[in-house]
T-cell receptor
Framework: DGGITQSPKYLFRKEGQNVTLSCEQN?????MYWYRQDPGQGLRLIYY???????QKGDIAEGYSVSREKKESFPLTVTSAQKNPTAFYLC???????????FGPGTRLTVL | QQQVKQSPQSLIVQKGGISIINCAYE??????FPWYQQFPGKGPALLIA?????SEKKEGRFTISFNKSAKQFSLHIMDSQPGDSATYFC??????????FGEGTQLTVNP
């Protein structure tokens, strides 16, 4: 089955710890995106990558980091510098130059 | 300006009624306007999308109306069903680039 997988579905971390969220796609899509979802605020873009080894900051990149070493993988690290990391994180991908973004099932991160 | 404003924040409709959700944008360079549907605990899924060369697009019970001069677009759900209860997001973007999402509308369809 083709699609986007995010793991884990639920993640708990202590305050001050870095944590890495996984996003893998087997759709052969060039572009990948990370969004943060908070109640009443819609989806806010954290980082996106149009090709391997290249990525750009979105609207709320502070406290986050990414890498794009492989086409199918785009992991997101939530660092201790992120002031309010508890949220639902969504990964998406698209064919480069096309508009439709396909979303993964999300990871709910709770920082205790 | 990159903002997309969505209203209402929540909407309650009776089964069989029409659900209407509105969005407004500011950036005249936007040329792609999708609507996404999200069920609790799941990722959003593309529902329907429109480009500014047409004023309306219909797919089954779902219709997008687009007003380029007013910089507004809306989603109409005809014959709303309890299974349509979900959160709906509008978005806007330029071709092949990033999307800007609205704040979302939580739709409840009562049986």
């Amino acid at each position: 089955d083709g699609g986007i997988t995010q793991s884990p579905k639920y993640l708990f971390r202590k305050e001050g710890q870095n944590v890495t969220l996984s996003c893998e796609q087997n759709l052969n899509h060039d572009a990948m995106y990370w969004y943060r979802q908070d109640p009443g605020q819609g989806l806010r873009l954290i980082y996106y990558s149009q090709i391997v080894n290249d990525f750009q900051k979105g609207d709320i990149a502070e406290g986050y980091s990414v890498s794009r070493e492989k086409k199918e993988s785009f992991p997101l690290t939530v660092t201790s510098a992120q002031k309010n990391p508890t949220a639902f994180y969504l990964c998406a991908s698209s064919i480069r130059g096309q508009d439709t973004q396909y979303f993964g099932p999300g990871t709910r991160l709770t920082v205790l | 300006q990159q903002q997309v404003k969505q209203s209402p924040q929540s909407l309650i409709v009776q089964k069989g009624g029409i659900s209407i959700i509105n969005c407004a944008y500011e950036n005249t360079a936007f040329d792609y306007f999708p609507w996404y549907q999200q069920f609790p605990g799941k990722g959003p899924a593309l529902l329907i999308a429109i480009r500014p060369d047409v004023s309306e697009k219909k797919e089954g019970r779902f219709t997008i109306s687009f007003n380029k001069s007013a910089k507004q677009f809306s989603l109409h759900i005809m014959d709303s069903q309890p299974g349509d209860s979900a959160t709906y997001f509008c978005a806007a973007g330029t071709s092949g680039s990033r999307l800007t999402f609205g704040e979302g509308t939580q739709l409840t369809v009562n049986p």
